[in-house]
């Protein structure tokens, strides 16, 4: 899910809960929403543009959460290898994060991004990372170039 689908579903959850709030309210003291005069007040103009337009992205909304909720997504681009005994798939993702983990294991590195791609000659990996302030940049990125020699 994208930051943007966050955002809207945050939105859309926190419309509904003041929502269902104002139903419980509503049937617990009716008397505290004048709800029969909110409704009269929405049979002209202004008050009809803005309940369809409210009542539009609700739908417009629950449809994109419900085409997210059965939308299939893939782990992404995958390294095929071709054995006898048939097709063997391993996602760049999982090779993305099991760098990071071996990574996070140098002493000094505290924080490491992977991007792994594919490559004319294999894989192509590059780190991006944060050394903590006591470790030393040349150390640890010989240790990390000396980790990528021995997984070879």
């Known amino acids: 899910m994208g930051v943007l689908d966050t955002i809207i579903l945050t939105i859309y959850t ?8 104002l139903m419980v ?3 617990l003291v009716p008397e505290w929403i004048p709800l029969p005069e909110w409704i009269d007040s929405l049979h002209f103009g202004a008050g ?3 309940v ?21 997504r893939g782990a992404g681009p995958a390294l095929v290898h071709e054995t006898p005994l048939g097709e063997v798939r391993i ?18 590195v505290r924080e490491v991004r992977a991007t792994v791609t594919p ?7 590059e780190l991006r990372g944060v050394i903590s302030p006591d470790g030393r940049i040349p150390e640890a990125s010989g240790a990390l170039q000396e980790l990528s020699l021995k997984q070879i």
């Open 48 to 50: 009809r543009v803005a």
């Open 14 to 21: 926190i419309c509904l809960a003041i929502l269902s709030f």
């Open 52 to 72: 369809f337009l409210v009542g539009a992205a609700f739908f417009a909304v629950s449809l994109r959460l419900i085409l997210m909720a059965f939308t299939r």
């Open 91 to 108: 996602a760049l993702s999982a090779v993305e994060n099991l760098i990071r983990r071996v990574a996070r294991g140098v002493r000094g």
């Open 119 to 125: 490559g004319p000659g294999g894989l192509v990996a």
């Open 25 to 27: 309210l509503y049937a």
